[in-house]
């Protein structure tokens, strides 16, 4: 009984420790500079530009957030592809793994830690991206302005986040060219499932099951019909057109499924994969 405690402490130690070095990486290659530069100046454009021509602000506060918040997906895919997409496959491209792999640390804390990290990196960002609308939205309606849809916002998208990132883990866990497993993870979020939420919408199918079509409720929840760009961000609240909106509980349960079951599958191939 010991010694499955001591284990248990132990792996929890090199899952921390791999966090750690993982972050300092991320901050070492500016990859955390780049995209907390956008989490600032995105949001700063829908309030620097009416004040600047001597635009009227939207009527209300939600409407004010939901067209701030109309690149939030865009922003979320682009991280998690920066922070997830090379996560396990350089490590295998790179030949890293041969030092790494041999040392007492098992390999599942430190694919876990490398999965942490990008989880806290994109969270960081979409923290960021809120509290940068929100200060906004006080400045403009005071703190009235900010309400419970916009919590329950930033909460789905904080979910919308881990699933990507398993997503792009996963391919990551599956590739072995860091490029490749970067790109493909970041063009089935940005354009395949889209394109297919488009398609069975187009022949009247519900596309529930599709993750980036449960990222509408990130606007959704806000009650308002205004939109913004990329997955989860159309018209009539349906990515790139389509007439059907997320069930608020389907949705969730959706998201939390890609979160997951692409996140357990990832480290199970991982686990497997071979340094050749």
Known sequence: MTSLKDDLVGDIINVYLSVKF??????????????????????L????VPLLFNMDFADTAN??????????????????????GDAISSEFEKKTGLLLFPTPQRRTSIFVGKYIAAIVSVWLVVSLYYL???????????MGGISIELAKSFLIALLYAASVISIIYFFSSILKRT??????????????????????????VDPWFLVTHSANLIAEVLGTSRGGFGPGNGPEGNGFGGGFSPDFYVGIYVMVLYTIGFFLTSIGLANRKEMR
């Open 22 to 43: 993982e972050l300092r990486k991320h901050l070492k290659r500016k990859r955390l500079h780049m995209v907390v530069a956008l989490a600032i100046l995105l949001p």
């Open 45 to 48: 454009i829908f309030y620097v």
């Open 63 to 84: 409407e004010f957030a939901s067209g701030n918040l109309g690149f939030i997906t865009l922003l979320i895919i682009i991280s998690g592809a920066i922070f997830a």
């Open 132 to 142: 940068i609308t929100m200060l906004e939205i006080v400045q403009i309606y005071s």
């Open 179 to 204: 490029i490749t497993s970067t790109l493909i993870g970041f063009f089935t979020l940005m354009m395949i499932l889209p394109i297919i939420s488009t398609v069975l919408s187009a022949v009247d």
